[in-house]
């Protein structure tokens, strides 16, 4: 079954991104060519549904994605037809079909142009700013485009979209307290999230077992690495990176990782012993299972999992069931 139009097509994978594209010919025939901006339309005409032009834009987002530019350039035109140039969604969407089309770097250059001549005229254009600092980092200039969200959140601090990219950003470059001071912004401002818990412990564990690590550090890593799984699960029981990130700590720390561990003196950054560590790995090993088994069989109120992290969890079950061969040989 192919993905709804009614719902965001960024982090879709490359199939399902093929299947919305290919709705685009009978969407745009079966829709006006020209709504009417003006009230009296109403009179006269069917009511205007607001999620036509969410098709519209997912619509553009999917066809740019598998090279159809020309139906892109049709939703485009009826996004402007309604909504006019100056509107700041048309605006961000214009730009990112010109960086979708452009064939070198002079032309993307180009594209930046137009971005800063829009920021210099309108400064609070934010999805023009967001789309600018996109653009830096997909250009390679990775410091410009962190200035750039610095700025942006210094004007819109309770922006998470911002944040998390900014996190994303500081880990491309190495920087873990950065890159998880700016997740846990995000986290304030979504604490039910269980995805952003379970990528906070991603990022605590990452940072715990980067080279160079001090044992204390280590410790405060390992210990908020495990409490951010724990509570994503806690938040959705079936989350599959959850459990997967769970017992990816408490198999390092079980296999020897807690040897690089300080003496524990504060309560807060407190490892599990030992005994705990393999009941929390013992019922992430069973969840992980769990779903992979049902995933795999296509078992009703078990799909929708992403394969890769099925294939993921799997060789993570697998290498535990070697490890185990290998000691009792």
Excluded at 71 to 91: I, S, T, Y
Excluded at 208 to 219: M, W
Aim: net charge negative.
């Amino acid at each position: 079954m192919a993905p709804s139009l009614l719902y965001p097509a960024t982090q879709l994978p490359p199939a399902s991104a093929l299947a919305l594209s290919q709705q685009a010919p009978a969407v745009l025939r079966s829709s006006p060519a020209t709504v009417s901006s003006s009230p009296l339309s109403a009179l006269f005409s069917a009511p205007e549904k607001p999620e036509l032009w969410i098709k519209y834009e997912n619509l553009i987002l999917s066809c740019l994605r598998t090279g159809d530019d020309q139906a892109a350039h049709q939703c485009l035109e009826r996004l402007v037809a309604r909504f006019g140039n100056g509107n700041e969604r048309v605006q961000a969407l214009r730009g990112l079909v010109k960086e979708a089309e452009a064939q070198d770097d002079s032309a993307l250059e180009e594209v930046l142009k137009e971005y800063e001549q829009i920021l210099a005229e309108n400064d609070t254009n934010i999805p023009i700013a967001k789309r600018r600092i996109a653009l830096l980092r997909s250009m390679g200039r990775v410091s410009d485009a962190a200035s750039a969200l610095v700025q942006l959140l210094e004007f819109s601090p309770t922006d998470a979209e911002a944040w998390s990219e900014l996190s994303d950003i500081y880990l491309s470059q190495g920087l873990y307290p950065q890159a998880i001071y700016a997740m846990e912004e995000v986290l304030l401002l979504a604490p039910n999230a269980w995805n952003i818990h379970a990528r906070l412990g991603e990022l605590q564990f990452m940072a715990a077992t980067a080279p160079g690590v001090a044992g204390g550090s280590y410790q405060k890593y390992m210990a908020e690495a495990i409490k951010r799984f724990a509570r994503s699960v806690e938040l959705c029981d079936d989350y599959l990176r959850g459990y997967y990130g769970l017992k990816l700590v408490c198999k390092t720390l079980l296999s020897g990782g807690s040897n690089k561990t300080a003496k524990q003196t504060d309560d807060e950054f407190a490892i599990p012993d030992t005994r705990n560590t393999e009941r929390l790995n013992e019922l992430a090993t069973a969840k992980l299972s769990e779903i992979v088994r049902h995933s795999t069989a296509r078992d009703q109120g078990w799909r929708g999992y992403d394969e890769a992290e099925i294939a993921a969890a799997r060789q993570l079950l697998s290498d535990d069931v070697a490890a185990s061969s290998a000691i009792e040989r």
